[in-house]
């Protein structure tokens, strides 16, 4: 049974406009993009969930990494 999507906030957009890191998003697998908005609409006082955005925006910004989890982006073409 598939989770219901997320719809992003207009603030996330604008973060990831602001910083740079909207392409970044969006090479992200769907799964990944829906765990962090569900985490960050989750999130009941403002404080909290502008420190969990920035969390995200750290990982995107360091290309890896994905809820405190390793995670790395695989490229098409490279041999394992």
Aim: include cysteine; hydrophobic fraction near 35%.
């Amino acid at each position: 049974m598939a989770r219901p999507r997320e719809i992003m906030p207009q603030f996330v957009e604008d973060a990831l406009q602001r910083e740079g890191l909207r392409a970044a998003c969006d090479a992200r697998p769907p799964y990944q993009r829906n765990d962090w908005l569900t985490w960050i609409n989750s999130a009941k006082r403002p404080e909290t969930r502008s420190k969990r955005l920035q969390s995200m925006l750290a990982e995107l910004r360091a290309g890896h990494g994905h809820m405190g989890v390793a995670w790395q982006l695989r490229h098409e073409g490279k041999s394992d």
